[in-house]
Antibody
Framework: EVQLVESGGGVVRPGGSLRLSCAAS????????MTWVRQAPGKGLEWVST????????GYADSVKGRFTISRDNTKNSLHLQMNSLRAEDTALYYC???????????????WGQGTLVIVSS | QSALTQPPSASGSPGQSVTISCTGT?????????VSWYQQHPGKAPKVMIY???KRPSGVPDRFSGSKSGNTASLTVSGLQAEDEADYYC??????????FGGGTKLTVL
């Protein structure tokens, strides 16, 4: 069974940094692209970033480009999101998600974790 | 990276069918057959209902179906049931390692 468990969320001041992690199990981690998606309170889903199977190719939403960095450690079956220069508008539930298809790292994800909450507030 | 366009709400009575549209551009929906639909109940994580435009994951009832014409993808829910009441989101690959989501549609079962 595919399991994705996010951690690292919390309350941070504007301008601060936070590192999210996602522990993956139940599948061959290095066979799939991985994605972060966020959802602000009461709002819709917003794509944040995706990495291919080995971290060698990535994509970022314009809203986070230059501030967030996605990475993965295939030896530890883990995905990370380093978030710097945080803003109030980054407040959201952050989901870790796995690609549906091993042949399509950057397509819409097929499996989702339960999310970790990030609150940016002074 | 503009969001895909979905109607904010849709509704139908039990047993009826309802279709939710998802309009993009030639840069996303119109150019790739990588469109997925997600169902999200309050306080829950999204669940994929349709992927690759028309494919249904195992365990998803065949009452759910997907299609695409030009720049618009659609999700049809037939034989509406009370448990289908939820928010629905579409998503499409948008090229250059980008992904895009729709704004979401709240489906109400009357």
């Amino acid at each position: 069974e595919v399991q994705l468990v996010e951690s690292g969320g919390g309350v941070v001041r504007p301008g601060g940094s936070l590192r999210l992690s996602c522990a993956a199990s139940g599948f061959t981690f290095d066979g799939y692209g991985m994605t972060w998606v966020r959802q602000a309170p009461g709002k819709g889903l917003e794509w944040v970033s995706t990495t291919n199977w080995n971290g060698g190719s990535t994509g970022y939403a314009d809203s986070v480009k230059g501030r967030f960095t996605i990475s993965r450690d295939n030896t530890k079956n883990s995905l990370h999101l380093q978030m710097n220069s945080l803003r109030a508008e980054d407040t959201a539930l952050y989901y870790c998600a796995r690609a549906h298809d091993p042949a399509n790292d950057f397509g819409p994800p097929g499996y989702w974790g339960q999310g970790t909450l990030v609150i940016v507030s002074s | 990276q503009s969001a895909l366009t979905q109607p904010p709400s849709a509704s139908g009575s039990p047993g009826q069918s309802v279709t939710i549209s998802c309009t993009g551009t030639t840069s996303d929906v119109g150019n790739f057959n990588y469109v997925s639909w997600y169902q999200q109940h309050p306080g829950k994580a999204p669940k994929v209902m349709i992927y690759d435009v028309t494919k249904r994951p195992s365990g998803v009832p065949d009452r759910f179906s997907g299609s695409k014409s030009g720049n618009t993808a659609s999700l049809t829910v037939s034989g509406l049931q009370a448990e289908d009441e939820a928010d629905y989101y579409c998503s499409s690959y948008a090229g250059r390692n980008n992904l895009v989501f729709g704004g979401g549609t709240k489906l109400t079962v009357l």
